[in-house]
């Protein structure tokens, strides 16, 4: 399984970016992770085979979680982006049926994507 992540990079405070991660073959449930500076790696959204979707509370309101199921594609946009989102995230996936935001419910991951975000 190939789960391969892309877009990211620098914006400014305010400011957007969105995130791509295209997976081969399809996988059921994807979401994305993130590890910030200081701070172990945390959830940001998943979406199961159903639609399902979950949100981590810094998220929610900001990013956005879609998918694109006909070319195994997931996208994250985050909005209101702020200095304190800068990390790296990683695009993850599981066969399964999961909108989980815990790193085990995945098998599949992906080599991750920085974000810088300056003040």
């Known amino acids: 399984v190939e789960v391969v992540e892309s877009g990211g990079g620098s914006v400014q405070a305010g400011g957007s970016l969105r995130l791509s991660c295209a997976t081969t073959?399809?996988?059921?449930?994807m979401a994305w992770f993130r590890q910030v500076p200081g701070k172990v790696r945390e959830g940001v959204t998943a979406?199961?085979?159903?639609?399902?979707?979950s949100y981590a509370t810094f998220a929610k309101g900001r990013f956005t979680i879609s998918r694109d199921t006909a070319k195994n594609t997931l996208h994250l946009q985050m909005g209101s982006l702020q200095p304190e989102d800068t990390g790296i995230y990683t695009c993850?996936?599981?066969?399964?049926?999961?909108?989980?935001?815990?790193?085990?419910?995945?098998?599949?991951w992906g080599q991750g994507i920085r974000v810088d975000v300056s003040s």
């Open positions: 979406i199961n085979g159903d639609g399902l979707m």
């Open positions: 993850a996936a599981t066969n399964g049926s999961s909108n989980s935001l815990y790193a085990f419910a995945y098998t599949f």
């Open positions: 073959p399809y996988m059921r449930s």
